[in-house]
């Protein structure tokens, strides 16, 4: 027998205008359907122009099947904001449903809108989005005369983005917030970073930024090799020449997985995040205040969503679902077991790249070099520093790197 052919979802595309700025096919696809989800202001919009509503529960996601599931033989439509597909509901229906049994009809995006009143061009505007994310996410993003647009949490993030552009050097910079973007209710609202706090602002908001850097102000760039003074904590950490070796051996691409393997301060996982937004890391350290300043590091640097557990290889299991793309090990080389641990763990194509600042580790450097193949390199790093009122060459200890590709 041919299984039954599941029902289309209808995904509409909604703006703060609400029904009214509804084009015709969008207003048949409401009024078609048997039930409508949507959250409470948005059906609240269409309530009189269609039969039943649903409102989303709260957490969204783990509902989401079983609601649209038990309405399998009817004509479901799903209203969303703006355009489904950025940043959308419509996105996490693709994941969950599959893109063919969608049928999108989307609206302008906020973010569209934004750069129609600004002048913006949108191209060449960056989005960062913070419906889910702690203010922090924005750092990364942070460079002088730089656009960026943010979508926002509720009332309350532009004002946290003021703290947060303050704390990181650049309070000079122009914020412009704008609410309910295209509906009656419309207004925009301005201000310098460092100089307001943005107070009852609309929950619909968007933020745009005009970057404005502090002349003294530090700078973090996305290229790895950060200050180590970036960075607080023991002092446990890869420093900054080595860290961008590594970085390089890495090789990170958007989209990739990466295990760290003994944590310290978290330099390499946070470095190879900052690369691309769309880069994953989980970082594995035994010292319980190490994993705590790894995700104040974290924070503070912009990429929150570092994952920080246990140390290694016995926290493997609890990421075992998460195949890393490369894997480095700045500790516990020595351990029984670690390099056959990562090699094993590690994708085929992958990478696993080992630092060593012992004879004892690179003889195992030398033994996985022999098994598994890759490339040896030996670093000597060495920093001017004052010797009187001259400047002399101290050296850093010499660091061996094995790195291989697994085939």
């Not at 399998?72 to 904001?81: F, I, K, T, Y």
């Not at 552009?165 to 925009?188: D, W, Y």
């Not at 056959?340 to 194509?349: I, L, N, P």
């Not at 890759?374 to 010499?398: C, S």
């Amino acid at each position: 027998m041919v299984a039954p052919v599941p029902t289309p979802i209808v995904v509409v595309g909604i703006g703060a205008d609400g029904w009214d700025g509804l084009p015709l096919a969008s207003r048949r696809a409401v009024e078609q359907a048997d039930v409508v989800f949507g959250s409470a202001r948005q059906v609240a919009g269409v309530r009189e122009h269609c039969s039943e509503t649903r409102t989303w529960p709260s957490p969204l996601v783990p509902n989401l099947r079983p609601m649209i599931d038990a309405y399998a033989d009817s004509r479901v439509c799903v209203l969303a904001s703006g355009d489904p597909m950025f940043h959308g509901i419509g996105v996490t229906l693709a994941r969950e449903f599959g893109a063919e049994r969608l049928r999108v009809h989307p609206a302008p995006s906020s973010v569209s809108l934004a750069c129609a009143r600004l002048g913006w061009a949108l191209h060449h505007t960056t989005t960062v989005s913070l419906v889910n994310s702690p203010a922090e996410t924005v750092l990364p993003e942070l460079a002088d005369g730089r656009r960026i647009l943010v979508l926002s949490q509720g009332s309350s993030t532009p004002g946290e983005i003021a703290v947060v552009l303050s704390a990181n050097g650049f309070g000079a910079s122009e914020m412009t917030v704008l609410e309910q973007l295209g509906g009656p209710a419309e207004r925009v609202v301005g201000g310098i970073a460092s100089k307001s706090t943005f107070e009852g602002v609309d929950p619909l908001n968007v933020v745009a930024l005009l970057c404005v850097r502090d002349p003294d102000a530090a700078r973090y760039t996305r290229i790895p090799g950060l200050a180590d003074s970036a960075y607080t904590g023991d002092g446990q950490m890869t420093k900054r020449e080595v860290r961008a070796l590594t970085l390089s051996a890495l090789a990170p691409v958007p989209g990739e997985l990466l295990w760290d393997i003994g944590g310290g301060s978290g330099t390499i996982a946070i470095e190879w995040m900052r690369t691309d937004e769309s880069c994953r890391a989980v970082t594995f350290e035994s010292s319980q205040v190490r994993r705590e300043q790894i995700e104040t590091n974290a924070r503070l640097l912009g990429v929150p969503s570092l994952v920080v557990h246990g140390g290694a290889p016995e926290s493997f299991a609890a990421v075992s679902d998460a195949v890393p793309d490369a894997v480095f090990i700045g500790g516990g080389l020595t351990g029984a077991d670690m390099l056959e641990a990562c090699w094993d763990a590690v994708r085929t194509g992958g990478r696993v790249v080992a630092n060593s600042v012992t004879a004892e580790s690179d003889s195992l450097l030398l033994t996985a070099a022999a098994k598994y193949g890759g490339e040896l390199r030996r670093f000597q790093i060495y920093r001017g520093e004052p010797l009187g009122a001259f400047t002399t060459w101290r050296p850093q200890l010499p660091v061996t790197q094995w790195s291989a590709t697994k085939r």
